[in-house]
Every structure is written in structure tokens, then in C-alpha cells.
């Protein structure tokens, strides 16, 4: 079990903003930057936002990301049918000395 | 530009050891700050880092499978290999290699994925 949580799913309509979470501690996402993935069906995980909130190349400004004390966020706005995919957050743990992954965040488009 | 590709047996025995390869381009791994991960991840299940080597030979490896990884590079032909001893069909995943982004935690590229079955 990840000592990352997100809620499994996550669903809007076209045009909507979805906002998922991700829960930590103070030992990872308290201390260490967030990563976003994306993981659309049947294909490998894409980067969408490190350090918190910075958008690689090519990432559209609707994605958007931020960290407030021991939480994390990910905001879709203006959702659209190619954003159903899987989510997952991730940091580096000191505790663990190791990176983990969030438990993942299915997003649907309605 | 960077890419990435796994190659290795798309099934092994229980008890038996996986040996994958990831061969890279677009990127050195004698370049400072440099490092390739390993990531895996079970048919319908959510993504586990394994392991990560640096440019300076760095290893980190996931607490719970440490006894069993080994990742290693070979930086003249632009390859990370991982091993994984004593596989079990819970093993039995999408094998990933990804190159960590320098100065960041974040894997920016990755490859397509490697689907290793462990059965008898």
C-alpha cells in the first residue's frame, strides 16, 4: 500500500475543471516535490507537472499542479475527452529512501 | 532526443532470475545529474518504482525488493541492466525504464514497456 493516497476515481463533463488529490506526511510530500503522471489506456506513464507545479514542453496550461503542507493537487480544466486516462502522483521519501508512487486516480469523462 | 526501449524474456519460471535491459539514446549516463530508473507495473495495478542508478554510480532500490534487485550501467553502449532474483507470479508485470529529468524526481521519458509473465 502506498504511503501516497489518492481518491480511485474522478469524473467531469467536457469543459469542466476535475481536481484530484494526493495525501502524504510531512516525510514526503511535506519535504520532497511532487510529480504528475499520466497514464493514458494501454500506454506507458507521460510526465505532466515536477516540482510541484512546473508543466514540461508540450503539457497544456490546463493542467496545473500544487502542494500545500502534506497534500498535493492536480487540477484539469476545461476537461476533455482525451484527459480520461490514469493519474498518479509521486516523490522521493526519506524515510524510505526510495521514490513512491500514488495509489492512482482514474479520471472519466461523462 | 531521448528514447528509451526494454528488451528481456517475456516469461520466466518461478524461482528463476529476470535479467532486463534497457537501451537508451539522446542522452549520456556519464553526464552529471543523469540517472535511469526501473518501474513496474502489475496488469490492472498501480505503477512501483524499483530502482534508480545515477551518473555516479549511485544506486537506490525500493526497500521491499532491495534483497532481490540489482541495477547496473553500462555507459559505453548506453544500457541499465536490472535484475530481479527468486521471481513469483506476483511479480508478473509491465516493466518500465524511464530517465530521471536532472535536478528534479520526475522520470521525463520512458519506454514502451516490457510485459513479463512469470508462470511454470
Known amino acids: 500500500q502506498s504511503v501516497l493516497t489518492q481518491p480511485p476515481s474522478a469524473s467531469g463533463t467536457p469543459g469542466q475543471r476535475v481536481t484530484i488529490s494526493c495525501s502524504g506526511s510531512s516525510s514526503n510530500i511535506g519535504s520532497h516535490s511532487v510529480v504528475w503522471y499520466q497514464q493514458l489506456p494501454g500506454t506507458a506513464p507521460k510526465l505532466l507537472i515536477y516540482?510541484?507545479?512546473q508543466r514540461p514542453s508540450g503539457v497544456p496550461d490546463r493542467f496545473s499542479g500544487s502542494r500545500s503542507g502534506t497534500s498535493a493537487s492536480l487540477a484539469i480544466s476545461g476537461l476533455q475527452s482525451e484527459d480520461e486516462a490514469d493519474y498518479y502522483c509521486?516523490?522521493?521519501?526519506?524515510?524510505?529512501?526510495?521514490?513512491?508512487f500514488g495509489t492512482g486516480t482514474n479520471v472519466a469523462v461523462l | 532526443q531521448i528514447t528509451l526501449k526494454e528488451s528481456g524474456p517475456t516469461q520466466v519460471k518461478p524461482t528463476q532470475t529476470l535479467t532486463l535491459t534497457c537501451t537508451f539514446s539522446?542522452?549520456?549516463?556519464?553526464?552529471?545529474?543523469?540517472?535511469v530508473g526501473w518501474i513496474r507495473q502489475p496488469p490492472g495495478k498501480a505503477l512501483e518504482w524499483l530502482a534508480l542508478?545515477?551518473?555516479?554510480?549511485?544506486?537506490r532500490y525500493s526497500p521491499s525488493l532491495k534483497s532481490r534487485l540489482t541495477i547496473t550501467k553500462d555507459t559505453s553502449n548506453n544500457q541499465v541492466v536490472l535484475t530481479m532474483t527468486n521471481m513469483d507470479p506476483v511479480d508478473t508485470a509491465t516493466y518500465y525504464c524511464?530517465?530521471?529529468?536532472?535536478?528534479?524526481?520526475?522520470?521525463?521519458?520512458w519506454g514502451q514497456g516490457t510485459l513479463v509473465t512469470v508462470s511454470s
Open positions: 539522446g542522452f549520456s549516463l556519464s553526464t552529471s545529474g543523469v540517472g
Open positions: 524511464a530517465h530521471r529529468r536532472p535536478r528534479t524526481s520526475a522520470f521525463d521519458y
Open positions: 516540482s510541484n507545479n
Open positions: 509521486a516523490a522521493w521519501i526519506d524515510s524510505l529512501n526510495g521514490y513512491v
Open positions: 542508478i545515477y551518473w555516479d554510480d549511485d544506486e
